[in-house]
């Protein structure tokens, strides 16, 4: 098995993808060879999603929620504030 292996840098750089399940099949497959093989990217990988989900529950943040964008008008009134004060 020497094609395609990764090492654990590559590992933790595919981390996120992994957990947001958009790793493509293939590297997906690599992935997770490695993880079976090596202990420190299981470790990695477990303290990682502990630590999300602890900040998710900190912020209460729900899946698929996240924090608006500030509108463009309120963008404006700053800025004509701004040169009023001026
Ligand atoms: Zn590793």
Redesign the pocket.
């Known amino acids: 098995m020497t094609e395609s292996r ?3 840098r590559e ?2 750089e595919f981390l996120m993808e992994y957990l947001d399940d958009t790793l493509a099949g293939q590297v997906r497959v690599t992935f997770e060879r ?2 079976s ?6 470790r ?1 990988l477990e303290s990682y999603k502990t630590t999300t989900t602890i900040c998710k529950k900190a912020f209460e943040v729900r899946d698929g929620e996240s924090v608006p964008p500030v509108p463009e008008e309120l963008i404006q009134a700053i800025l004509a504030a701004r040169l009023k004060a001026e």
């Open positions: 990764l090492t654990c590992c933790v490695h993880l093989a090596c202990p420190n990217c299981v990695y």
